[in-house]
């Protein structure tokens, strides 16, 4: 399989290891490459991802075994994921997700839970989640959600996206300005993540 990441050529060894490891194993489609890339940072301690990554585990032992068959993946059994019953807005991202899905595969549920998870964190969106970058990480909301990145035409941050478009669903205007251009904070939410 074609490693379509965009800068795999920059990981440190240990990284380096445990992605070629996945994706010489690695099934199931494009979306391979992207959870090589995050069970490789939640392995090595990277990003917020609790145990089992926000799924159930069983989800997560079906993901791994569409994925990445034959490939033991380790156990995370410090993590807890007890928080992510207590994230308000779970519900609410859950049904955001739903209704932006290419289709009902179960594989579009899992990245969802891991890209909700992963709002909770306090850093980049991608590197919660632990992609590699951030064209990584649009490239696969592109792949799974495409109406939702179709939505976001002028490259917002995507956690601040995400939560607009929560707010906007909700009617609540979290812009204090008309339009995105006016606000004082345009510098914040569309300035680069690099």
Known sequence: MKISLSNTESLPDFRESWF????????????????????????????VLPAFMGLTPESFAAMSERFFPGVEIPQRAELSD?????????????????????????????????????????????????????SDLTAMI??????????NDRDMKWKKFIYKQLCEREGIIACPAPTCDACADFSICFAPED
Not at 30 to 46: F, G, H, P
Not at 145 to 150: D, G, I, K
């Open 82 to 134: 007890a928080w992510l019953d207590m994230m308000p807005e779970k519900p609410e991202l859950e049904a955001l997700f739903s209704s932006y899905a290419v289709d009902a595969d179960p594989q579009r549920t899992w990245i969802a839970s891991m890209l909700i998870a992963s709002c909770a964190g306090h850093h980049h969106l991608w590197e919660d989640v632990g992609l590699f970058s951030r």
């Open 20 to 47: 070629a490891t996945l994706m010489a194993n690695a099934q199931g489609g494009v979306n391979a490459s992207y959870l090589a890339s995050m069970l490789t940072s939640w392995i090595e301690k990277r990003g």
């Open 142 to 151: 592109r792949e799974n959600f495409p109406r939702l990145a179709e939505k």
